[in-house]
């Protein structure tokens, strides 16, 4: 699977990049979406080396294919009930990446407040029910609140031309809200 690109290589580092320089970034930071998380959350460096972080820990770590995009916007039941996903934006990643941006999206803040903890123990036995090594609680929840820092990115610099400034602010806000609570650009240092 190496010719599917990781989201901390490459073209995804130089799509990041372009966000982060200064105009572009500000840009974010004044609009409704900036608004809506907290000045702590505003700096563009602490932000690019949270990334950069996030990627040097993800190399050490198993990689699968994510779909990269799993935002409720995406998400779709058959007539059996069935769920699914449609937009895939395949990537090498770690686990949490996807877990993390998909139960942030999914959950408002309270329900995020109260299910996430169990959602992520109900997803590490899933992982042991089809054999596959899971993390121990412990270290999926560091690896899962790091990861909150790359949602957070890609709501805030995400283009209206792919979803409105009201569901970008929205999902900044959920993520804002979780790195906050977590102190995730902490658990990120350099």
């Known amino acids: 699977m190496d010719w599917v690109g990781s989201r901390f290589d490459g073209w995804s580092v130089t799509y990041q990049e372009r966000y982060l320089v200064p105009d572009v970034w500000r840009h974010y930071m004044e609009s409704p979406r900036g608004a809506a998380i907290s000045n702590r959350l505003h700096d563009a460096g602490q932000m690019r080396r949270a990334l950069l972080r996030i990627g040097?820990?993800?190399?050490a770590e198993p990689h699968c294919l994510i779909?990269?995009?799993t935002h409720l916007g995406n998400l779709y039941i058959e007539a059996n009930g069935t769920p699914g996903f449609f937009d895939a934006q395949v990537a090498r990643a770690s686990w949490h990446l996807?877990?993390?941006?998909?139960?942030?999206?999914?959950?408002d803040i309270a329900d995020r407040r109260q299910w996430e903890r169990p959602l992520l123990v109900h997803y590490l036995e899933a992982l042991k029910s089809h054999g596959i090594a899971a993390p121990t609680f412990d270290k999926a929840w560091l690896s899962y609140r790091r990861s909150l820092a790359y949602g957070l990115f890609i709501f805030v610099i995400n283009e209206i031309r792919f979803q409105t400034e009201a569901i970008n602010t929205a999902y900044t806000a959920r993520f804002g809200a979780a790195c906050l609570?977590?102190?995730t650009m902490a658990l990120l240092p350099r």
Do not use: K, N, P, Q
Not at 56 to 59: G, Y
Not at 98 to 105: K, P
């Open 56 to 59: 040097e820990l993800e190399r």
């Open 67 to 69: 779909h990269g995009d």
């Open 98 to 107: 996807e877990v993390s941006y998909h139960m942030t999206c999914a959950l």
């Open 181 to 183: 609570e977590h102190d």
